[in-house]
């Protein structure tokens, strides 16, 4: 019986995909409601984010980007996902989910300054509705329920999307999330970026669930399956999920996708735990290149306007670097001034004893 | 009081120059051997050796069964290794981050640390955590902190902070054999020093501090990366003709009392230094200790505490420096106690 039901369950989950890794539309009907110039700018993220990546992973090795998460292979993850938010959504990032709140509108110099450790980087601008990424994993989750929950008390149109790994999904702060919003009827949307491994641990050992989706079914939300590879796909699930969310209806997205790179720039060596093939595999399903050809058979993309994106990320870069360098150093007293709204007298003091020291 | 094995195996067939990690390593590696019901679990210990290399190796030896890669859930990591533990199993729990012990807070507070008493006396949860802590690695605020202060807290966890490789192995091969659950704390900073380990096992009893150096005129209590830049600082300063002597309690719970009271009688002269947040960290309860117990009378300065400030760990560097003690610090504070009338 039980063998039974959970067979049933996991047969409802399979992997929702419109572009298959050739290019080729495979579910017509699922095709979201885009055109041209909405279809055109979704490549330029991707390909600005891909250039993005390569330049902050080289900048980390020569010391002047400090703690990075790569992202490539989990573009159309991220970019696709993001693109069917509203500006006033809210999104509750993890520690990679650094290109969805820099498309969202912070400024990349203080995405870089993020990175940097200065506090200017999570000083978000008003109107960006973000949090820092977060880096404790899964406390993220349990946050987005509350915001959902403070966008329905206020009467908003809106909703908040949170993000986490497949590692993330064993953390009982997954599980407590959703169960709260489901429970609150709240507009929130969960995704999972399953790209294979936590840090060094595949995903087949993390859980005995066939589906990272299919764990909504406990919570009593939705949940689905998605080509995290496939941009057109991501877009469409988190387009659905989004008016059921303002219905009072969350989702769980599970993207099944892949990073290319190391878990982060602080000495990981991925070929101690992944196989060349294994990474082969799945560079064969590259979200780029399906995109591109997607585009190209419909006369949307060249070579032209690649390097156009390209040229114009590697200058924004350059430039969002250099406003990063020119931002005045952080000083120990700054660190104490932010601490509390208003200073408790003795750290007033220490205030006053290191701005005298700073000041010789 | 020093541990007899360490001082006495200056032999090279039994002890060569191995990293603080390598230490821990061993300690862990000789006790499954030597008893099949101790396993180790925590997150990427497996092929990837753990986020700083110590069970490397490891699941080629024992196997996946008593190495486990466990699914990134802090609260069930520490949950189960106490209901293994109850069951007779002695499992050492591998927290990646010591940050992350706030996930596993329940487990250990109302949990291990209350279920012994609440058998009245009957169960017993012989379980280990170890976990990195500290500052100095640039891992930022929520990778860096020092809470051993809320552990040693809770009445029922015994709670262990080795400075050195040799003082890691002996301590943990007592920590694994105690009957009640131990946090054992290992600094990030500690891994990569090295020293002469005895080869074979051996025990250093949880309770017992160790006299890192003797000296007649300013006592220096420190726990892990201080006790080095203590030693430092006592060098200097005999350059300059004060003789200080330096204690490391290395367990806080139980605490050595008797060791840091003999010392300040003699020396009249007492400095704790931790890497801790001072407001709240245990260097106030040595202090109040000290000035509760026989030593009081012989105090001719007041108990001085250094700690950290009270603020998050910066992840630029030249800030997280300036944030927790340094080896100045503790020379000037040894100055001013040495040379108050
Ligand atoms: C509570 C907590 N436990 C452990 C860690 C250490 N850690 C950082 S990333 C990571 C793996 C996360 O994997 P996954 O959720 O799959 O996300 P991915 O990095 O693959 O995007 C681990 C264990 C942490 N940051 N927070
Ligand atoms: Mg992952």
Known sequence: MATKTIEQVESHFEMFQILNENGEVVNKDAMPDLSDEQLQEIMHRMVYTRIWDQRAISLNRQGRLGFYAPVAGQEASMIGSHYALEKEDWILPGYRDVPQVVWHGLPLYQAFLYSRGHFHGGQIPEGVNILPPQIIIGAQIVQAAGVALGLKRRHKDNVAITYTGDGGASQGDFYEGMNFAGAYEAPAIFVVQNNQFAISVPVEEQSAAKTIAQKAVAAGIHGVQVDGMDILAMYSVTETARKNALNGEPTLIESVCYRYGPHTMAGDDPTRYRTEELDNEWEKKDPLIRFRKFLEDKDLWNEEKENEVVDQAKADIKEAIKQADDTPKQKASDLIEIMYEKLPQNLQEQLEEYREKESK | ?341
């Open chain 2, 1 to 341: 009081m020093q541990s007899s094995a360490v001082n006495s195996s200056n032999n090279k067939e039994t002890t060569r120059s191995i990293t603080f990690a390598e230490a821990v390593r061993e300690a862990l590696s000789q006790e499954m051997r030597e008893d099949q019901d101790v396993f180790i679990l925590g997150e990427d210990i497996g092929v990837y050796g753990g986020a700083f290399g110590v069970t490397r190796g490891m699941i080629e030896e024992f196997g996946p069964e008593r190495v486990r890669n466990t699914p990134i859930s802090e609260a069930a990591i520490t949950g189960a290794a106490i209901g293994s533990a109850l069951t007779g199993m002695k499992p050492v729990v591998e927290l990646q981050f010591s940050d992350f012990i706030t996930i596993a807070m329940d487990q250990l507070v109302n949990q291990a640390a209350k279920l012994r008493y609440m058998y009245g006396g009957k169960g017993n949860v012989p379980m280990v955590l170890r976990t990195p802590s500290g500052s100095g690695t640039g891992a930022a605020a929520q990778h860096s902190q020092s809470l051993e202060a809320w552990v040693a807290h809770v009445p029922g966890l015994k709670v262990v902070q080795p400075s050195t490789a040799s003082d890691a192995k002996g301590l943990l091969k007592a920590a694994i054999a105690d009957p009640n659950p131990v946090i054992f704390y290992e600094h990030k900073l500690l891994y990569k020093t090295q020293e002469h380990v005895p080869e074979e096992a051996y025990t250093i009893p949880l309770g017992e501090a160790d006299v890192k150096r003797e000296g007649t005129d300013v006592t220096i209590v420190a726990t892990a990366v201080m006790v080095h830049k203590a030693l430092e600082a006592a060098e200097k300063l005999a350059e300059e003709g004060i003789d200080v002597e330096v204690i490391d309690p290395r367990t806080l719970v139980p605490l050595d009392e008797k060791t840091i009271v003999d010392s300040v009688k003699k020396t009249g002269r007492v400095i704790v230094v931790h890497e801790a947040v001072k407001r709240g960290g245990y260097g106030g309860e040595i202090a109040s200790m000290i000035a509760e117990s026989e030593a009081f009378d012989y105090l001719d300065a007041p108990v001085r505490r250094l700690g950290a400030l009270p603020i998050p760990v910066p992840y630029n560097p030249a800030l997280e420096k300036a944030m927790v003690p340094q080896m100045d610090d503790i020379m000037q504070a040894a100055r001013d106690s040495v040379h108050r009338r």
